[in-house]
């Protein structure tokens, strides 16, 4: 490959920078580019660098990808059975494709990385000039690197610039174990290297910082902990060599270290503005989209909370995903999720005094938690007796990442928010859970520095000892319930059920809609006799109804997709090597049971 394979950075890097016009100046003609003519000044590898902020999945389309294989879609907290790759893989339904773009791109991303960490070390100039340009390509080689990892195992780690003769073509697969290595040395590297974001000039606000480096390396570090804790060896493929436990402490300890220092360090602050957004920030901070956006008229630089971010903009870069019509269709919660959310007391609904039940429709957002009333409702009231026909629809809505006043201020394909790639709650999470994995207990002090300033946002009473005792909660349970609400449709609930060791329990069961009830407990939908009501069709849903556990014991609900259609497996943890590249390289052994 003799042409640049970075001339795209060029016009990627205007959004980046804030420039529009110097990084134009005294270039040679765009077709007399080589690699060898290109990497000779510090600003060359800037704007090769700038083009890997572009390979991150995010709103925009790379290279076929789509945002919406990674919005939640089809897991057991969704009620989306129509749209989106991971409806069938929910249920366990996968099969082994010729050719898998998510194997595809991540080895052409790593390869261009490579181009330049090569030409880096072949500079002639102050390496120093260049140094946070390589630190910032380490740091893309392991987030692509981590991508595979979390797809498909063990793959063949790539640190070199391929050519025909290079014997990577035909080499095995690393095992897990040596790919993390590799992450974790990438990334120490870009921790090394990398400016704090203190230090980076505003021209260049949106390039990674050493913060975002940390962040997402206790990322990393708390994902393998608990997947070597939980799930094991259990889906190692065939001559894949590593244990299952080793450094899981180690990593732990790291990932709440990182964490803290970022917490501590990072200058990050929880976007917050529920005294004048009606308690509804959870809403607002995914659609910052211009000063249009929110009532209040706060526009992107009030948001202090993401660490690193897809940018967009309106007139350079719109999100061009058609993102408020899907996710509110699309990403809708179902029973279980709805369930989840916790009362103001901070106590689960079927522990709370003030949780209200289900025999009209408002009453179940009455007293709970703001993510709730954000998430599902936007800016909206809560629904009023009457107010819902169950007539083919299960019930409940999105909008989180929803334009506000769509489709007057924003219309399909205009939204143009930031898509948040690592965020500070997400920290905090971390931060919380590492401790608990690594020692069974963490303190009130520790809580209140972390998960209970993201449940202060929400409304939600503080996480103690004394309250999880008095009333019977498991500590990391009510972390891990945390974390799901927090981030949910943020690409996270798949791979925390898989490193938890529990997707074939949680993605295996009924998906269900709303509580219709029935004579011993009536609603809307049932009256006293257990009669549908007319605003309720039963034969509108063909896997009927099922009595499952709420908030009020066990009632008769909607099922949206029924425990019998869905038959996830632990195989289904990682997906199948596609089989054009096993036919190109013999060497490759494929995932267990495909």
């Not at 600003?43 to 076929?64: C, H, R, V």
């Not at 964490?259 to 910052?288: C, E, H, P």
Request: with cysteine.
């Amino acid at each position: 490959m003799k042409k640049l394979l970075f001339l795209i950075a060029l016009g990627g890097a205007v959004l980046l920078t804030g420039s529009c016009t110097k990084n134009y100046l005294d270039l040679k003609p765009l077709d007399q580019l080589t690699e060898a003519a290109y990497f000779t000044t510090p600003d060359q590898f800037k704007f090769a660098t700038n083009n890997l902020y572009y390979e991150m999945i995010s709103w925009q389309p790379t290279d076929g990808s789509s945002i919406y294989d990674f919005m939640d879609f089809g897991s057991d907290l969704s009620s989306n059975v129509v749209v989106g790759s991971t409806v069938n893989y929910g249920r366990g339904s996968v099969n082994t494709p010729n050719n898998d773009i998510y194997w595809n791109n991540p080895y052409t991303y790593i390869r261009n990385i490579n181009i330049v960490l090569k030409k880096a070390s072949a500079y002639t100039g102050n390496k120093s000039d260049i140094k946070k340009y390589v630190a910032a390509a380490k740091f893309f080689r392991a987030w692509q690197h981590f991508f595979l990892l979390k797809r498909f195992g063990g793959v063949p780690v790539d640190t070199i610039v391929i050519d025909l003769n290079s014997a990577l073509l035909t080499a095995k697969r690393n095992s897990r174990y040596e790919v993390v290595d590799q992450i974790n040395r990438d990334l120490n590297d870009a921790i090394a290297g990398l400016p704090t974001e203190q230090a980076i000039p505003s021209a260049d606000k949106g390039h990674v910082s050493k913060w975002a480096a940390e962040a997402f390396k206790a990322r990393v570090l708390l994902y393998e902990a608990t997947w070597r804790k939980y799930t094991g060896v259990t889906t190692d493929f065939s001559g894949s060599a590593g244990t299952a436990t080793d450094q899981v402490s180690q990593f732990l300890t790291e990932a709440a270290t990182l964490a803290k220092d970022v917490m501590d360090n990072g200058g990050y602050q929880l976007w917050n503005y529920n005294s004048t957004l009606n308690n509804r920030s959870s809403y607002y901070l995914f659609n910052i989209d211009g000063s249009g956006s929110n009532p209040l008229g706060l526009d992107k630089t009030t948001n202090n909370e993401f660490i690193l971010k897809s940018m967009y903009d309106f007139t350079l870069r719109k999100g061009g995903a058609n993102l408020t019509h899907t996710v509110q269709g699309y990403m809708t919660p179902n029973r279980k999720l709805m369930d989840m959310y916790l009362c103001t007391d901070g106590l689960p609904v079927d522990k709370s005094p003030l949780f209200q039940g289900y025999s009209n429709v408002t009453k179940e957002y009455q007293n709970r938690d703001f993510r709730l009333l954000g998430y599902v409702l936007g800016n909206a009231a809560a629904p009023v007796t009457g107010s819902i026909n169950l007539n083919g629809i299960y019930g409940y809505g999105n909008q989180k990442f929803a334009a506000y006043n769509y489709p007057t201020y924003r219309n399909d394909l205009q939204e143009s928010q930031d898509y948040p790639q690592l965020r500070l709650a997400e920290v905090y999470l971390i931060y919380a859970e590492a401790l608990v994995e690594k020692n069974g207990s963490i303190s009130d002090g520790d809580l209140n520095a972390s998960i209970n300033l993201v449940r202060a946002r929400a409304g939600v009473a503080p996480l103690t000892n004394e309250l999880a005792t008095s009333n019977g909660l498991v500590m990391l349970n009510e972390i891990r319930r945390e974390r799901t609400l927090e981030l949910y449709g943020e690409n996270s609930r798949f791979d925390d059920l898989k490193r938890w060791g529990i997707a074939e329990t949680e993605l295996d069961q009924n998906l269900c809609g709303m509580v219709v009830g029935g004579a011993s407990y009536p609603t809307e939908f049932r009256n006293a006799s257990g009669a549908a009501t007319s605003i309720y069709l039963p034969n509108a849903y063909v896997n009927g109804e099922a009595s499952v556990a709420t908030g009020k014991g066990n009632l008769n609900c909607i099922v949206i997709d029924a425990a019998s259609n869905r038959n996830f497996k632990r195989m289904h943890y990682l997906f199948p090597l596609p089989l054009t590249q096993i036919q190109l390289n013999h060497n490759l052994v494929q995932n267990n049971g495909y």
